[in-house]
């Protein structure tokens, strides 16, 4: 069985997480206890129907305001799969957990309320979708029953919705019109819209296909972790990580960057014993031929397909702090395993996430903003563009005094 | 990109797989982080799981690190057997963070009803800032409870062990921000993305061994709040309560005056899986009398530093 991961995006109450719970519950995910639970808090609070968002609303805050402040992780399977699922909070002020759960999905259902169309916030998620390039998109058209399950309604902000993504970078986009209230269209096709004859969005989950999208070509291999047993182990010195992308074989020859030195993979090591093919994500354990010095941060690659080793970046940046990120400002960047400090360069655009238009050249770029950047880093990172590699193509960046996490970037083509 | 190669199936990776492979990542990398982590050990499944998945992380070296038990003094005696016996075949380090003796020293106070479970938290952040542990690994899954739903893998905590749900650091892709000032500290969860039944799948395909007390036995019990509660040295029945002997199990180690246990005839671990898959009722639900609380406890008792 393969594992789905997915993430919901939208505005503020287009009704994400009530999309969520009606998934789990009429798919028979939700435990009696649970349900209880939930079923105890609406009717306290007087609400009409039990409000399916409590079950991914979980903290006392999310309670009190009705809304989401943090991603809830829920797991739910069918025969066909195991999912994973992120669901985000639409409030532009809690955008940094929105990136937080789109980060790893496979797939993001970006919501929009049938009655009000494409707002802001639903573009600025739209953005940051593309932006990374999670590679399939269920856009929902939800609350189809406060507009009478209209035909019309659902073509206008299908079309509004193409004319804004033509200007993003969407592969694959399916639309689906539900209710999340109603449960029309969610686990089993609706009757109260014939005229749409897609698949329900469970029907949809459980069938894209999604092995095609890792990378098995470029051999990328970031050193995690040097293991070298003192007790009595002879010299075994091997190094430990998780294959990002390629397939990794004992005899292969390699380089380790950024020094350049050549050797071959002497064996691919596990607890369970020796491998005769390293792939992503599998985390193994590779011995080399030769004494290289090798340590964390460096990066096993093949000689004939090579990332970019360079101190200068050039990404596209989402920041997520309220103190704005400035030209000339210092940060800490980690980028796969290898941890530097970055210079930022020159800030060339903010995109304006409504228009989609460039700002040149602004100063600084504030929280929620999305621009493009350039940068110097103090040490050389091995870098592939993100588009190709979506690992060896991230970065993050960390304020030095807070620690705290401020910045997400993704690499362009250089 | 979207035809179905032999190539791409023939590098699929079942799901126990990935979350092997992802569990043994996050590992690696908090370790290769943080200067002082320590692994927390009860003997519950989870934690054994996740001391397993330290092994294969590390292997053939050693585990770099110890192992922490916060001793309720409210333990299955099988389950302190089973946790001496795993420490002395790895050969790792146990520390041992006894609430008991807090309790003596005045340091914390018994809770009216008898439950450690709250006093247990100001003992564990003691035990870690006497030893200068600067993270903790947990076997905390995201499937177990609400709040737990919303913890980052690397959760950060301040000076006091506290967890701020609303101001957590945003955590993207595999890129882990482990960075503190000294006082503060990480709770690591390798096992975020596990759910119970992945947790037994994988203790079944590795032939993982447990505590007995996981495994359906014949066992003296009683019934209190409508749940099975076996008879042991913390737990007796009231003068009014019934004996009798039911095959029974337990889903989870808690403290042992308050974890129950279910009807159960599955004795192995694949009988364990087939149970589990069927089961409708979560394993916090089943168990647990303390997280009947209220709504938020265990929100708020993670807010004041337990995992
Ligand atoms: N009539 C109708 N109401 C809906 C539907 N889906 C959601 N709602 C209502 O819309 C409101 C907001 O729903 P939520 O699920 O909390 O919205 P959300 O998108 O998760 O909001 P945030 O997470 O705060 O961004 C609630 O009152 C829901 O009951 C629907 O399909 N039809
Ligand atoms: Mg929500």
Redesign the pocket.
């Given at each position: 069985m393969d594992i789905l991961r997915f993430a919901?995006a939208?505005?503020?109450?287009?009704?994400?997480?009530?999309?969520i719970g009606r998934l789990l519950f009429d798919s028979k995910s939700i435990f009696t206890d649970q349900l209880e639970a939930v079923e105890a808090t609406s009717a306290q609070r007087g609400d009409e129907?039990t409000?399916l968002?409590l079950l991914t609303?979980g903290l006392r805050a999310e309670r009190e305001q009705?809304?989401?402040i943090d991603v809830a992780y829920r797991y739910f399977s069918t025969p066909k799969r195991k999912f994973i699922i992120a669901?985000?909070?639409?409030?532009i002020q809690y955008t940094r957990n929105m990136v937080t759960g789109a980060s790893t999905a496979d797939l993001a259902i970006i919501?929009v309320d049938a009655r009000k169309g494409l707002q802001e916030q639903s573009r600025r998620h739209a953005t940051l979708v593309s932006l990374l390039r999670v590679p399939h998109i269920v856009l929902a058209i939800?609350?189809?029953?406060?507009v009478d399950w209209s035909e019309d309604v659902y073509r206008e902000i299908s079309e509004e919705f193409v004319d804004f993504a033509a200007r993003l970078e969407f592969t694959d986009v399916t639309t689906i019109p539900?209710?999340?209230?109603?449960g029309d269209n969610v686990v089993s096709r609706s009757a109260n819209m014939d005229w749409f004859e897609g698949p329900s969005l469970l029907h949809h989950l459980e069938n894209v296909y999604i092995a095609s999208d890792r990378n098995l070509v470029d051999v990328r291999f970031p050193v995690q972790y040097v293991i070298r047993p003192q007790n009595g182990q002879g010299d075994y010195r091997a190094f430990a990580g998780q294959v990002i992308s390629g397939v990794l074989r004992p005899g292969d020859d390699v380089i380790v960057l950024p020094s350049g030195l050549p050797s071959r993979v002497k064996a691919i090591d596990t607890a369970k014993g020796e491998l005769a093919e390293a792939f992503s994500p599998m985390s193994v354990t590779v011995r080399l031929e030769d004494e290289v010095d090798v340590s964390r941060g460096d990066m096993i690659v093949r000689p004939n397909n090579q990332p970019t080793v360079t101190q200068d970046l050039d990404a596209m940046i989402c920041w997520m702090d309220s103190e704005p990120m400035r030209v000339g400002a210092k940060y800490a960047i980690k980028h796969t395993t290898r941890s530097a400090r970055a210079l930022i360069k020159e800030i060339k655009y903010e995109l304006d996430v409504n228009t989609l238009h460039r700002h040149r050249s602004p100063s600084d770029l504030p929280l929620n903003a999305i621009g493009r950047v350039t940068l110097r880093t103090t040490q050389p990172l091995m870098v592939d563009p993100y588009q190709r590699n979506r690992q060896a193509g991230s970065f993050i960046l960390i304020d030095e005094a807070t620690n705290r996490t401020v910045g997400a970037g993704t690499i362009t083509e250089h | 990109m979207t035809t179905d190669t032999s190539e791409t199936r023939r590098y699929g990776l079942s799901q126990l797989d990935h979350l092997e492979a992802e569990a043994i990542y996050i590992i690696r990398e908090l370790v290769a982080e943080n200067e002082r982590p320590a692994l927390l050990f009860s003997g519950g499944k989870d934690s054994v799981v996740m001391l397993n998945l330290a092994v294969r992380a590390f292997a053939p070296g050693p585990i770099p690190f110890p192992v922490v038990h916060i001793d309720t003094g409210h333990n299955f005696d099988e389950v302190l057997a089973f946790r001496d016996r795993v420490v002395e075949q790895l050969g790792v380090r146990l520390i041992v963070g006894s609430v008991q003796e807090a309790i003596d020293e005045g340091f914390v106070r018994e809770e009216p009803n008898g439950s450690r479970n709250r006093i247990q938290t100001p003992v564990l952040i003691r035990t870690a800032e006497q030893h200068g542990l600067s993270a903790l690994f947990g076997g905390a899954r995201r499937d177990e409870e609400k709040a737990r739903a919303k913890e980052r893998v690397f959760s950060f905590r301040d000076d006091f062990g506290q967890w701020d749900p609303k101001n957590q650091r945003p955590e993207l892709w595999s890129l882990y921000n482990g960075r503190i000032h000294p006082g503060e500290s990480i709770r690591c969860f390798p096992l975020s993305n596990w759910t119970e039944l992945d947790i037994w799948q994988y203790i079944a395909r590795e032939d993982i061994e447990l505590p007995d007390i996981y495994y359906a036995r014949e066992r003296e019990v009683f019934l209190r709040d409508g749940m099975y509660f076996t008879i042991n040295q913390h737990c007796r029945p009231g003068d009014d309560d019934e004996v009798f002997v039911e095959s029974v199990r337990y889903r989870t180690v808690g403290d042992a005056t308050l974890t129950a246990a279910v009807p159960s005839t599955a004795t192995t671990p694949a009988e364990v899986v087939d149970e589990v898959a069927a089961t409708r009722i979560t394993e916090r639900g089943a168990t647990r009398g303390d997280d009947k609380v209220s709504e938020a406890a265990m929100e708020d008792r993670k807010k004041e530093g337990y995992f």
């Open positions: 919901t939208g505005s503020v109450d287009d009704g994400k997480s009530t999309l129907y409000d968002a609303d009705g809304i989401t669901d985000t909070p639409g409030h919501l939800n609350k189809m029953d406060l539900l209710s999340a209230l109603t | -």
